[in-house]
């Protein structure tokens, strides 16, 4: 294989060049007629929506269900009596601020660092809702548990590189199964999600905020999205392996990492799903019926939804080579990067019409540094210090997903020059700001 120095890169652009040159592994893997997929008992489509995991109730939903189905599968237990005696003495509030954290690979560790900078601000709240896919869904149980965490924050996304995360195994792609083994990542899943974690986590799911993280059931093509809290409050023995699984899942790449087999059960057969990075389906997510779950009459504060998007949003401009490897990541990161803004542009609707205060946080358009392989420690340090540098400094966050204001001053002018071809006046459009 050719040296990967010799590619031109973009910014963050190591696993993006990975999964290219998997694709180009893979065609030709499959062409020799080299894979053997390992065999699994698949779902039948007929019953992909009624199964459930063996020993737990009401911990999941699919992700792009409507909002009435999203908040039945949320409230459904509510009035049970195990609920009742979990919430007893706990004092309920209305929701106020919210956070969302989306994928981006060894880029998560701007995320990371803008939390940890912003609890040096001294004004980072307290979240009521806090959701994450892929290297998001790594970060979003200890920005769900607080200031107390950002020490394992800033050591997870500053103390560790490649070789922590994942090892090459070619042969796991002759196999079927992916191009690298992240067992090292499970490793260190299962090193910080330990029994203190469940049981902080469980205790905040009593007083009603919710952890929820995303992955992608590629059966169904769909999201799915798991309660996390509730599974740290059940006495499954099981529990803490489902919450462990469920972060490795969500931050899962297919064909780099390997996907994660879920079983479930329908009447007394088992089967598998098959789940792998949330970001596959949903860059970032926001669940606006879990507004309701916390609030008690009428709303008095508005609430406040945070969404940090770990890389760039704006158009990152770099020759590309005329051949199929670097054609090919250059597509993907385009490809990735127009998805999450197409996700901004819908949670950004939902915030307004359910009246939120949307603020964004992204990668910004000065940051220049490369890096030259997937997980580079170094690149990892100095994006979490640059993030830490921004929100310690009391970052100021976007108001509008990109190209948002431009759009609606085209909209305008495009309506007054339509009047005055036809003679009438100008139409008078209200572009909220």
């Given at each position: 294989?050719?040296?990967?120095?010799r590619?031109?890169?973009?910014?963050g652009?190591?696993?993006?060049?990975?999964?290219?040159?998997?694709?180009?592994?893979?065609?030709?893997t499959?062409?020799a007629?080299?894979?053997v997929?390992?065999?699994?008992?698949?779902?039948?489509?007929?019953v992909?929506?009624?199964?459930?995991?063996?020993?737990?109730d009401?911990?999941?939903?699919?992700?792009d269900?409507?909002?009435?189905?999203?908040?039945n599968?949320?409230?459904m237990?509510?009035?049970?009596?195990?609920?009742?005696?979990?919430?007893a003495?706990?004092?309920?509030?209305?929701?106020?601020?919210l956070l969302?954290?989306?994928?981006?690979a060894?880029k998560?560790a701007?995320?990371?660092?803008?939390?940890v900078g912003?609890?040096?601000?001294g004004?980072r709240?307290?979240?009521?809702?806090?959701?994450?896919?892929?290297?998001?869904?790594l970060?979003?149980?200890?920005a769900?548990?607080?200031?107390e965490?950002?020490?394992?924050?800033r050591?997870?996304?500053?103390?560790?590189?490649?070789?922590?995360?994942?090892?090459?195994?070619?042969?796991?792609?002759?196999?079927?199964?992916?191009l690298?083994?992240?067992a090292?990542?499970?490793?260190?899943i299962?090193?910080?999600?330990?029994?203190?974690?469940?049981?902080?986590?469980?205790?905040e799911r009593?007083k009603?905020r919710?952890l929820?993280?995303g992955t992608?059931?590629?059966d169904?093509?769909?999201?799915v999205?798991?309660?996390?809290g509730?599974?740290?409050?059940?006495?499954n023995?099981?529990?803490?392996?489902?919450?462990?699984?469920?972060?490795?899942a969500?931050?899962?790449?297919?064909?780099?990492?390997?996907p994660?087999?879920?079983?479930?059960k329908?009447?007394?057969?088992?089967?598998d799903?098959?789940?792998?990075?949330?970001?596959?389906?949903?860059?970032?997510?926001?669940?606006?019926?879990?507004?309701?779950?916390?609030?008690?009459?009428q709303r008095?504060?508005?609430?406040?939804?945070?969404?940090?998007?770990?890389g760039?949003i704006d158009?990152?401009?770099?020759?590309?080579?005329?051949?199929?490897?670097?054609?090919?990541?250059r597509s993907?990161?385009?490809?990735?990067?127009?998805q999450?803004?197409?996700?901004?542009?819908r949670?950004?609707?939902?915030?307004?019409?359910d009246g939120?205060?949307?603020?964004?946080?992204s990668i910004?358009?000065?940051?220049?540094?490369?890096?030259?392989?997937?997980?580079?420690?170094?690149?990892?340090?100095?994006?979490?210090?640059?993030?830490y540098?921004?929100?310690?400094?009391?970052?100021?966050?976007?108001?509008?997903p990109?190209?948002f204001?431009?759009?609606?001053?085209?909209?305008?002018?495009?309506?007054?020059g339509?009047?005055?071809?036809l003679?009438?006046?100008p139409?008078?459009?209200?572009v909220e700001?």
């Amino acid at each position: 294989m050719r040296d990967p120095s010799r590619f031109r890169r973009g910014f963050g652009s190591g696993v993006a060049d990975l999964l290219a040159r998997l694709v180009l592994l893979a065609a030709l893997t499959v062409t020799a007629g080299c894979a053997v997929i390992a065999p699994r008992n698949v779902l039948p489509q007929a019953v992909a929506n009624q199964t459930e995991i063996d020993g737990f109730d009401n911990i999941r939903f699919w992700g792009d269900g409507s909002g009435a189905e999203i908040g039945n599968a949320m409230h459904m237990d509510l009035h049970s009596p195990q609920s009742r005696l979990a919430l007893a003495g706990e004092q309920r509030h209305p929701v106020s601020n919210l956070l969302a954290i989306s994928g981006g690979a060894e880029k998560g560790a701007f995320g990371a660092g803008l939390l940890v900078g912003w609890s040096e601000a001294g004004d980072r709240p307290s979240f009521d809702l806090v959701t994450g896919v892929s290297s998001g869904a790594l970060i979003a149980p200890f920005a769900f548990l607080g200031r107390e965490r950002d020490g394992q924050l800033r050591e997870i996304f500053t103390s560790y590189g490649r070789q922590d995360i994942f090892t090459f195994n070619v042969p796991n792609l002759l196999e079927g199964a992916a191009l690298v083994d992240n067992a090292p990542l499970a490793g260190l899943i299962e090193k910080y999600v330990d029994d203190e974690m469940i049981s902080e986590i469980a205790t905040e799911r009593r007083k009603g905020r919710l952890l929820l993280i995303g992955t992608t059931n590629l059966d169904t093509q769909r999201p799915v999205l798991w309660d996390m809290g509730r599974i740290a409050m059940s006495t499954n023995p099981e529990a803490k392996a489902l919450f462990r699984k469920i972060l490795l899942a969500s931050s899962a790449l297919p064909g780099i990492f390997p996907p994660v087999r879920i079983q479930v059960k329908l009447g007394q057969q088992s089967y598998d799903e098959l789940h792998v990075d949330g970001g596959i389906t949903r860059q970032v997510f926001f669940v606006p019926p879990a507004l309701s779950l916390n609030a008690s009459g009428q709303r008095t504060v508005k609430p406040r939804l945070y969404i940090i998007r770990n890389g760039r949003i704006d158009p990152e401009w770099q020759p590309v080579n005329e051949n199929l490897l670097a054609i090919t990541q250059r597509s993907l990161t385009t490809l990735i990067k127009n998805q999450g803004i197409g996700d901004l542009y819908r949670i950004y609707s939902e915030t307004r019409r359910d009246g939120i205060d949307f603020n964004l946080a992204s990668i910004p358009s000065d940051v220049s540094e490369t890096n030259n392989k997937p997980f580079d420690q170094t690149y990892m340090a100095s994006l979490f210090d640059r993030g830490y540098a921004l929100a310690s400094r009391h970052y100021t966050w976007t108001k509008q997903p990109p190209g948002f204001e431009s759009a609606g001053r085209s909209a305008l002018a495009e309506g007054r020059g339509a009047a005055a071809r036809l003679g009438g006046a100008p139409l008078q459009h209200r572009v909220e700001r």
